[in-house]
């Protein structure tokens, strides 16, 4: 699922408050569409948002329309990658660059299971 700033502040994060508005763990994809290592890593989200369904979810951020949300993230490459649980105030990890679907479901079982 995509979601603009104002949807992922109102769904996910409050960043002016530092709460987590996800009712269960979640995963973001900060990401643009002129990023190769984004598009590589999109068939990994997906399978992985198969494999917890309805455990933990993967939402997706554009950068490029979403420049207050990546200004108060601190948003400085693609992809980024943030893990929110519920009930913390702010992400509890973050993966920047490419990755391995190997390395986001041992981040997932770490940090959000």
């Known amino acids: 699922m995509e979601l603009t700033d104002v949807q992922f ?9 530092s ?5 269960r763990p ?6 643009t ?9 999109n068939p990994a989200l997906d399978r992985i948002a198969q494999k917890f369904e309805g455990i933990v979810d993967v939402v997706k951020v554009n950068i490029t329309k979403s420049d207050d949300l990546v200004s108060a993230l601190n948003i400085q490459g693609v992809p980024t990658l943030l893990f929110f649980q519920p ?23 770490e940090y959000l299971l």
């Open 9 to 17: 502040k109102e769904r996910v994060y409050d960043y002016e408050d």
């Open 87 to 109: 009930g913390r105030k702010g992400p509890t990890q973050t993966l920047v660059g490419a990755t391995t679907s190997a390395l986001v479901e041992k981040t997932i079982a």
């Open 19 to 23: 709460q987590v508005k996800y009712d």
């Open 26 to 31: 979640v995963v973001v994809d900060f990401y």
């Open 33 to 41: 569409d002129w990023c190769t290592a984004c598009k590589a890593l």
